[in-house]
């Protein structure tokens, strides 16, 4: 039921705006449009340890990165997720993501329209990226005066050292978005578990969270914050991933008992 009754309303709702089904694929469902040349999506996750809650992401090619719903609505949710006990819930759940897409949603896309040049990570800095991230850390910690990942003493320096790094070229911040980027993802790691991997076949470089199986492109997210010059959101985005998985947790203890704990494999 599930699958048709989100193509089913989101069709009807979204559909004068001009958002038409396109696929689905790993657990989401992707809804888009073209407004001059650009692409626009909306995507609608769902729990992928069961079938309780939605996910909504908007995301416009010129904007580089997708948005959630409490970004979206700057902190009017309070949470990213729309949960549901029954199918009636569910229906209503569907309606109000739809409500927020298009009271918020398309109005942010439409302003984040216009194109701009786009900085991708070269192939060496995600290669850089992945064999050095452990020595690449290590070595911060000790220019900062830090002997250990505490997010309380690494935060504010990153949130500095990322703001310093405004006013350069692409090319003159590579390196230093290289290494924040490594400090930023072991801070993640060290919170919440996760690896690194690499593909080598899209080179790309990103953290794995072993049990919400989850890829996390640090490297692009950096890049991407450093080009909107928003150190602001960078700091908002990592409190965002770990407090999101944390819920998600607790979430999980509710319905399967305190004793349950993520796979670690």
Known sequence: MSRSIVVKIMEKRLGEYGFRYEKYEACRWTFSREIEGIKQKVVIQKDI???SSYILEVYASALGRSLRVRELTNGKYTSDYFEFKNDDERVAVLNEIADVVIQYGIAELNKRNKPVKRYDPTDIMYQKLYEDQEILTQNYLRKCNISQL??????PMLKKD?????D???EQAQEKLVELSAVYGNLIINRIGGQWRYDKTRKDTCLCSKPLYVYYPVLGLIVSYWQAKNAEEMIKNYMDTVLGYEEWVLQCKQVYGEKWEPTKE
């Open 49 to 51: 340890w069961g079938d």
């Open 150 to 155: 505490s997010e309380k003493d690494i935060l």
């Open 162 to 166: 990322f703001e310093e790094c405004y």
């Open 168 to 170: 350069k070229t692409y």
